[in-house]
Nanobody
Framework: QVWMVESGGGPVQAGGSLRLSCAAS????????MGWIRQAPGKEREVVAGINWNGTRTVYGESVQGRFTVSRDHANDMVWLQMNSLKPEDTAVYYC?????????????????????WGQGTQVTVSS
């Protein structure tokens, strides 16, 4: 069974930090590329970060490069997104997602179409 549960969102002031967590089923997690996707009100979903199967390769969206860090724990089926220097434009629902493609497993992916499924999301609200 494929499932993912995100947590760690909430309100934060601009310039602050949050750490999002994603707990995934072993079947979801093992051997697959994972990512974080966000959707702001009135906007399309975008991939903010991708990570390969063992955490050795990561990719980031341009808007978060240098501010966000994705990581994973293979033993405990967890993925995290450390978000620093948050901006009001980072306000969105953040989703943990899994990709079934071999390239994403090997390198991590930043393309939305590469992701197969995602969780229910966690809201991040950044105030100015």
């Amino acid at each position: 069974q494929v499932w993912m549960v995100e947590s760690g969102g909430g309100p934060v002031q601009a310039g602050g930090s949050l750490r999002l967590s994603c707990a995934a089923s072993e079947r979801t997690f093992k051997g697959y590329g994972m990512g974080w996707i966000r959707q702001a009100p009135g906007k399309e979903r975008e991939v903010v970060a991708g990570i390969n199967w063992n955490g050795t390769r990561t990719v980031y969206g341009e808007s978060v490069q240098g501010r966000f860090t994705v990581s994973r724990d293979h033993a405990n089926d967890m993925v995290w997104l450390q978000m620093n220097s948050l901006k009001p434009e980072d306000t969105a629902v953040y989703y943990c997602a899994v990709s079934l493609t071999t390239p994403c497993s090997a390198y991590g992916c930043d393309g939305l179409s590469a992701y197969y499924a995602w969780g229910q999301g966690t809201q991040v609200t950044v105030s100015s």
